[in-house]
């Protein structure tokens, strides 16, 4: 009986909660906080813009910068959470007052306690339920003047207002992905200068109009859980760059911007440079750690972005060929180094580096199956939760965000020993270090947004809100060059029939806008195989515990909710994104490996790369034990890993079940290589003019046959009656 308790209490709860809250939260403290991310249209070009900049890259750049990571004075405190959600025009000036002076550059913060950046005010096994104020002084270099300066945060959870120098720089909500402000004017070069930062972060199972909003399982986070760092740039600089891979080449954009200044002609170089992996530059963030000494470029052009106008914004972009490239897969992770350059009056005055890798997955278009570069896949999977767990203490994980690529490192380690290919990076954006890490040692990701345990009404209120909409939008933004993200998950475990359908493809179709290079998905209820929300996705996605929550047991249980699953969707690749069995203690270890093997041994026939397969991937819930909010619970413990590093008998077990293969990038050591050169824009016109006549002629003969047999029908005599 305790496994269905643990099951329907937590489910119970949630929709009680669902009923409950909107009784408790009256239209005056509704959330009214709107999201601060849009898509604008330029020059035909669809541009990303958050708080009054073009949404920028995130990952690492070598150029002037100041990482504001270590020590800074903090004061946790309750806050008003409706406060925190309101409009800022009508908010900011109470926020200011309740601040009574913390957002000054003059604030006395000497008798504060201090705590590391990034990571959490509130790690466990205690949650305060408090929001706190961040405060740091730094200098800046007097070189920095005349440049445009952009402070950039990786993550902070849940709503953070900012202040420089005691100047509002804005605010951003969700907790999980990046955001950036234009310091230029608030910034003193030469001086010390003096960030302050407001963090609240409502407790979930409070209020149901937060992502995610109801009682979830796992640790809330509160802080600064990403780093904070600042950039400077010439007044005309590269923004970001993205890359759509192809199997055959590479489409590029670049978003150049112009701080102030008049109009100025601006050119785009483009080159394309081949990337090594090995152990000495495995954890380097810098992408030209990774150009081999002597490389020469594969393929470059030089794009006019014409005429960039004062605080103007425009897109270019460039097609190259890659014949004989090397691709991307989780066994051979290849790489390669897009370099960017901005010219203006003939000069290069920016430089902008990002990796990507050459890959495509698609669904197949014949069977039910997943195609990683044509070629069938089926991955053996393990979810992580973004939180340290090592070095363990008196038994239990270690506790706080992930924050160091060595961190990951440990958790890879253990994914690798357990021969596991595919990695779902817990249910929320993914940490960029393990994006970087999976990237150059070969795991596929499947990543996603918070809507976890959503119920029509906190659909609607969420996407009536549309921060969903920016948490995505935001991730796509962030992680539009890691080759290893195969999968965008929009929603978990979440109830719904027309409401949750209807968001799903809302979703879909703005990730489809955005990057439109990985498949999307949900988890949905195992035990409801025949549930149709999935049609607007691209695979359809369980969660499935037979024999551990509900019955029947595992094998039969999941035998027949996969053949029910594929019945309901006979083109979709099925994916298994949980099933797992905690043990609390030693004795329920043998259960757990059990669950196990009787899972995945009922799966094996239905997998991808067997005779009519129609199974994607199967992924353990979960690597490592972890902190839960969960009612009654403080500890997880589905881990194949105890805390102290030691494999359960299930990890082992899940050793000799799946096939391995991937995570050796650095050790292969792979120099990527290609005959490159720019695909003209003139053979681009006709080839799209190619297959617009190839369309139009198969429509026109299409039609042409209709009409002849519509002609040969009505020439045809009419039957006679025949009496008898």
């Known amino acids: 009986m305790r496994p269905a308790r643990r099951f329907a209490g937590f489910v119970l709860v949630t929709v009680v909660l669902g009923l409950v809250l909107p009784a408790c939260i009256s239209p005056e403290a509704a959330a009214e906080l709107a999201p601060t991310l849009s898509l604008k249209s330029i020059g035909g070009s669809r541009i990303a813009f958050q708080n009054g900049i073009p949404v920028p890259t995130f990952s690492y750049q070598p150029r002037r910068r100041l990482e504001l990571g270590g020590r800074w004075r903090i004061q946790t405190t309750a806050m008003d959470h409706d406060l925190s959600l309101a409009v800022r025009s009508q908010s900011l000036n109470q926020i200011i007052a309740d601040a009574a002076g913390r957002e000054k550059a003059a604030f006395d913060d000497t008798r504060w306690a201090t705590v590391e950046v990034p990571g959490s005010y509130d790690p466990p096994p205690s949650a305060s339920g408090n929001g706190a104020w961040y405060r740091k002084d730094f200098d800046v270099p007097s070189d920095w003047q005349n440049q445009t300066v952009t402070l950039k945060f990786g993550a902070a959870n849940y709503v953070a207002d900012v202040w420089l120098n005691g100047r509002y720089l804005g605010y951003h909500e969700g907790g999980s992905t990046p955001f950036a402000f234009d310091a230029t004017d608030a910034i003193v070069p030469g001086d010390i200068n003096i960030i302050a930062v407001r963090v609240d972060n409502p407790p979930w199972g409070t209020r149901q109009d937060i992502v995610p909003w109801g009682l979830t399982d796992w640790w809330n986070y509160g802080g600064l859980t990403q780093p904070v760092w600042f950039e400077a740039t010439p007044a005309v600089y590269a923004v970001r760059a993205d890359v759509v891979p192809h199997l055959d080449g590479a489409d590029i954009a670049v978003t150049v911007h112009q701080r102030g200044g008049a109009a100025e002609p601006v050119q785009v170089g483009i080159d394309i440079l081949p990337a ?45 060929s890659l014949n004989a490239a090397d691709l991307w897969s989780p066994q051979s992770p290849a790489l390669y180094v897009l370099e960017v350059a901005v010219f203006w009056q003939e000069r290069r005055v920016d430089q902008l580096f990002e990796t990507f890798g050459l890959r495509r997955i698609a669904v197949d278009a014949i069977l039910p199956r997943l195609l ?80 976890y345990h959503y119920t029509p009404a906190t659909f609607a209120i969420a996407m009536d809100r549309g921060i969903p909409q920016q948490m995505l939008s935001e991730m ?15 929603a978990n475990e979440s109830t719904g029939g027309t409401e949750r359908e209807q968001a799903l493809a809302r979703l879909h179709n703005l990730d489809r806008a955005i990057d439109g290079t990985r498949l999307t998905g949900q988890a949905a ?19 499935t515990y037979y024999g551990v929550f509900y019955g029947p047991d595992a094998g039969a249980g999941t035998v027949h909710a996969l053949q029910v699953a594929h019945a309901s969707f006979p083109k979709k690749p099925i994916i298994i994104l949980e099933f797992g069995r905690w043990s609390d203690n030693v004795a329920e270890q043998q259960e757990q490996r059990r669950i196990l093997a009787d899972t995945y041994q009922a799966v094996s026939p239905y997998l991808d790369d067997t005779p009519n397969g129609f ?18 619970l403080r500890i997880e413990h589905f881990g194949l890993y105890a805390p102290n590093g030691d494999a359960r008998p299930a ?49 026109l003969t299409i039609l042409t046959i209709i009409l002849l047999v519509l002609i040969l029908l009505r020439r045809r005599p009419p039957r006679r009656a025949v009496v008898s």
Request: proline share 9%; hydrophobic share 40%.
């Open 372 to 451: 990683l570069n044509g070629n069938p896949v089926q991955y053996a999977g393990v979810a992580l939760h973004d939180e340290r767990v090592y070095p363990a203490s008196n038994g239990q994980p270690r506790g706080g965000p992930v924050v160091t690529p060595d961190d990951i490192l440990l958790l890879l380690d253990k994914a690798n020993a357990t021969n596991v290919q595919l990695i779902r990076a817990d249910h929320h954006p993914a940490n960029p270090l393990l994006l970087m890490l999976a990237d150059r040692l070969g795991y596929a990701i499947w990543e996603e947004i918070p809507l």
């Open 615 to 632: 199974v994607g991937a199967t992924v353990w819930w979960t690597l490592d034990d972890y902190w839960t909010q969960r009612p009654g």
């Open 476 to 490: 796509d933004l962030r992680d539009m060059n890691h080759p290893s993200v195969l999968f965008h998950g929009l």
């Open 525 to 543: 209820y195992g035990n409801q195989p025949d549930d149709r929300t999935s049609d607007p996705l691209d695979v359809a996605g369980y969660t």
């Open 651 to 699: 990890g082992l077990q899940a050793a000799e079940l799946f096939s391995g293969g991937a995570g050796q990038g650095a050790r292969q050591k792979i120099v990527s290589s290609a005959i490159g050169q720019p695909r003209p824009q003139a053979l681009q016109s006709l080839l799209f003019l190619g297959y617009l006549g190839y369309a139009l002629t198969m429509a």
């Open 276 to 320: 090594t992996v090995d152990p000495s530059n495995l954890t380097n963030p810098d992408p030209l750690s990774l150009i081999p000494p002597g490389a020469v470029p594969i393929a470059s052009q030089r794009v006019d972005a014409g005429q960039l106008g004062r605080d103007g914004t425009s897109q270019v972009h460039a097609r190259f």
